[in-house]
């Protein structure tokens, strides 16, 4: 069962872009963060970005800082992260995760997370 849907992963060669979403079709309940968290093969999960919802604040990886932003549609409880001049090193396995509680700053802490939807895969190469 899944409640966050992830969407908009797919190739691309380095330098370029792509744009991927998560949205929380089957909760009613407002998540107060939602972010990204992505993981290769032989390698740890790492944090991302993640946007608290009220505010608007995020946090962001330092790895990406500077080249993936992210944004949120309150609204739909959808949440978009725009991955701009990607790098072969960015292929991974996106996963969007969400919370209706608090969390420390940065929100950038798997375990700060309950809700965890199906990845998406982010390939980057020539």
């Known amino acids: 069962q899944e409640y966050l849907v992830a969407s908009g992963g797919g190739s691309v060669q380095p330098g370029g872009s792509l744009r991927i979403s998560c949205a929380t079709p089957?909760?009613?309940?407002?998540?107060?963060?939602m972010g990204w968290f992505r993981q290769a093969p032989g390698k740890e999960r790492e944090g991302v970005a993640a946007?608290?919802?009220?505010?608007?604040?995020?946090g962001y990886a330092d790895s990406v800082k500077g080249r993936f932003t992210i944004s949120q549609d309150n609204a739909k409880n959808t949440v978009f992260l725009q991955m701009n001049s990607l790098k072969p090193e960015d292929t991974a396995m996106y996963f969007c995760?969400?919370?209706?509680?608090?969390?420390?700053?940065?929100?950038?802490?798997?375990?700060?997370?309950?809700?965890w939807g199906q990845g998406t895969q982010v390939t980057v190469s020539s």
């Open positions: 946007i608290y919802t009220g505010g608007s604040r995020a």
């Open positions: 995760a969400a919370s209706p509680y608090g969390v420390a700053y940065p929100p950038l802490e798997a375990g700060s997370y309950e809700y």
């Open positions: 089957k909760y009613t309940v407002n998540m107060n963060c």
